[in-house]
Each structure stands twice: as structure tokens, then as C-alpha cells.
């Protein structure tokens, strides 16, 4: 594979005393301290990259005036739904990487954290996994925010190949043209039977082809340099084991989840309103050891979706996601259960 996986920082100015992988954009952080003249600091990281904390607050110390004290939140973030709200009201600026916004804010900047590793020569054999264009040149393009700053050219390079590349921005949960969320595809909802998904890892692709599977998701990975065809039917077996193990619940806990972008309060109170068995537990980090003391029968979880089908197993009740809650009380088909997505902001 051809190009360098390393951040390309040496056009920043910045002299770094740390290597770096990715572009966190020290000099947009410094300018936002000066413009606001602060003197506290909050940078928050998503769970694989708080190891590099300590890192980029050392470097922004070498740039950043001598009275500015720079926190670290320790808080679990798994995406910009997960904001440390407690730090970032005891702040003059607040810094959130990894992700970009899924609602507009003066009081934070978003680094997204780009790549700059090469996607063309992993989406090159990737088209091994889709038709010939003259046969069916329909294909859909998705990817993360740490690739959006490539998207374009993407596009651009499946056309050169002869494909009609359709593309859509999904919701307002959504900021860019063929992003996705682990909670949100619909930019996904396009007229194309084969999704081209291009970034790291295959916990993106999964989930779409959860919620989309009637489409063949095919993962061009340039981070790990590998093709694929995402796999869903596991999780799907999970997931009726779980609301068959279910369906004899009497006491049913309904969770709540209180961090900002992942709170479907509606939800949460008409299951309850609906269900004298059910109680509603409100918590920030839902986790099997904090669900453990509880005498319930089975959950519902109306927090992230992803808790609930990729940690459901780690669970000593079963842990369903409100459409499976009908299900598992009778009120719709098995069958009909469909992935669980978000598609509001706060």
C-alpha cells in the first residue's frame, strides 16, 4: 500500500514535541484561546485516543500563553452525542476530537482529527467487490469523519471509473455528504443495492448493514488496508435470542441515558406510562456492573443503540432496544424488528 498511515503535520508551523498520527489542528486551538483570552482549557478525547492526551496538552503548552491551565476530561466519550457537559461549563474554551458536531456551537471546537493516509489504493482493490460499471454502475459512498476531508476526490475517482455514485447527506444528526454515525446510516438511504464504505475498522459497515440489510456493504479499510463484505447475521441471531429470552419479563428497567446527544426522553416515558412493571433508571454510563443491582427481569435501553446490540451479550438481563421491547411484549412481529438508530440532535 502506497502512501504514508502518519499525520502530515509539518505544514502546521508548529514545532511538535511529540510525533504525531493525526492533525489536531494546535494552531485553530490556539487561535480560539486567544480570541476568547482564556485561561482554562478543556480537551476531551474519544476512549482510543486518550492515551494522547498528555501528549497534545504538552504541545499546546509550548504554543498557548503561560497562564492557560489545560484539563484532560476523564469522562467516557464515544462520539459527539458524549460531551463532558461538566467540564465544558468550567471552561473558557473546550475542545471535543474525534468527531464533528452533530448541532453548531460557539463554545466548542470540533477537530474532526483527518487522516492523511491514502484511501485510493485500498479502494482500488476494492473494486474487485463491485459490479462492472457498464452492468451496474450504481454505488453508494460512505465514510467517517476522519475521511470526509477526502470525499470528494472519492467520488470523483469511482466516477472516472464509470460508476453513478450516489451520495446524500442524512439528517441534521449528520454534518457532512455520505457521513455516517455508529447510531446513524441515513445517508446511506440511497438507490444503490452495493455501499462502498470506506474507513477504519468494521464497526461503522456493521451497523449499516444491520440497519440496510437489503444492500452489500463492501469496507475498504486504508487504515488496516484490507477489503471486505460486512457481516450482520450474528449480531441479528444476537439480537432475536435476546428478545426471545425476553418475552417472559415481568419487571422491566427503562433506562434513560443523561449524556447530552443520546437522551430519547419520549421514549423513555411512554414505556413506562404504558407498563405498571416498568421503572425508569436514569444514568450516564450504562454498564453491566451499574445494571447489576437492580432486580429487573430484562431492559430496555433507550440510550446509544450500539450499547445495546454490540455489548447486549456482556449483560446479566437482556438488554433490548425499544423496538425489540414491542417484540419481547408482543405489540410487533419479530420479524419487523429493524436496527436502532438516532436521528435527533439535542
Not at 480560539?32 to 498528555?54: D, M, T, W
Request: proline fraction near 6%.
Amino acid at each position: 500500500m502506497s502512501g504514508s498511515t502518519e499525520g502530515d503535520l509539518t505544514k502546521t508551523g508548529m514545532s511538535l514535541k511529540h510525533d504525531r498520527e493525526w492533525d489536531y489542528e494546535l494552531d485553530r486551538i490556539v487561535e480560539a484561546i486567544e480570541e476568547r483570552n482564556a485561561s482554562k482549557v478543556g480537551l476531551q478525547f474519544p476512549e482510543g485516543l486518550k492515551r494522547r492526551g498528555p501528549q497534545v496538552a504538552d504541545d499546546l503548552r509550548e504554543v498557548a500563553p503561560d497562564d492557560v491551565t489545560f484539563m484532560l476530561s476523564g469522562q467516557p466519550c464515544y462520539g459527539a452525542c458524549d460531551l463532558d457537559t461538566y467540564l465544558m461549563r468550567r471552561t473558557d474554551v473546550f475542545v471535543h476530537f474525534g468527531h464533528t458536531p452533530m448541532k453548531e456551537s460557539d463554545s466548542i471546537v470540533y477537530v474532526p482529527l483527518f487522516s492523511n493516509v491514502d484511501p485510493f489504493p485500498i479502494m482500488e482493490e476494492s473494486l474487485a467487490e463491485l459490479p462492472d460499471p457498464e452492468e451496474d454502475p450504481d454505488v453508494g459512498l460512505v465514510t467517517t469523519a476522519q475521511h470526509m476531508n477526502r470525499f470528494e476526490e472519492m467520488t470523483d475517482w469511482l466516477e472516472a471509473r464509470g460508476y453513478e455514485v450516489h451520495t446524500r447527506r442524512g439528517d441534521d444528526r449528520l454534518t457532512k455528504e455520505g457521513q455516517v454515525l455508529g447510531c446513524n446510516y441515513a445517508s446511506a438511504d440511497i438507490p444503490a443495492d452495493r455501499v462502498l464504505y470506506v474507513g477504519g475498522g468494521k464497526f461503522h459497515p456493521v451497523g449499516l448493514a444491520m440497519e440496510h440489510p437489503e444492500k452489500t456493504v463492501v469496507i475498504a479499510d486504508p487504515v488496516n488496508n484490507a477489503v471486505s463484505i460486512a457481516e450482520h447475521d450474528q449480531f441479528l441471531k444476537q439480537r432475536y435470542a435476546s428478545v426471545h429470552k425476553a418475552m417472559d419479563a415481568e419487571k422491566w428497567g427503562v433506562i434513560f441515558c443523561t449524556k447530552i446527544g443520546q437522551g430519547r426522553w419520549e421514549t423513555a416515558q411512554e414505556i413506562v406510562e404504558n407498563n405498571e412493571n416498568a421503572y425508569l433508571i436514569t444514568m450516564d454510563e450504562v454498564t453491566p456492573d451499574r445494571l447489576r443491582n437492580f432486580d429487573m427481569d430484562a431492559f430496555v435501553n433507550t440510550g446509544c443503540p450500539r450499547i445495546t446490540t454490540d455489548d447486549g451479550p456482556r449483560f446479566h438481563k437482556p438488554m433490548l432496544t425499544p423496538g425489540e421491547y414491542e417484540a419481547a411484549i408482543g405489540e410487533r412481529p419479530l420479524d419487523q424488528i429493524e436496527f436502532d438508530t438516532f436521528h435527533d440532535t439535542w
